[in-house]
């Protein structure tokens, strides 16, 4: 297993509100130049979703499935 997959199978076996924390935090690291609007809306979007998901507002699914259902859309 390569050391992408195995940080991969790591993260996602996180709960929820740890995996909206590690996005965000690899999201930032790759930030460069964004302008503060743009900075703000993202931030404002992470934690919107982030709080939908600990208030169970929104149903989540698998990363697996996600994907899946993402490569079934781009074959169309």
């Known amino acids: 297993m390569s050391p992408i997959e195995k940080i991969t199978q790591d993260a996602l076996a996180l709960p929820s509100n740890l995996?909206?924390?590690l996005v965000e935090k690899l999201i930032a690291s790759l930030e460069c130049n964004i302008d503060?609007?743009?900075q703000s809306a993202w931030?404002?979007?992470a934690k919107q979703r982030r709080d939908e998901?600990?208030?169970?507002?929104?149903q989540t699914i698998p990363g697996d499935?996600?994907?899946a259902q993402v490569r079934q859309i781009l074959e169309q």
Do not use: D, P
């Open 19 to 21: 995996k909206v924390e």
């Open 36 to 38: 503060e609007q743009t």
């Open 53 to 58: 998901i600990v208030n169970r507002t929104v």
């Open 65 to 67: 499935k996600a994907l």
């Open 43 to 45: 931030i404002a979007q």
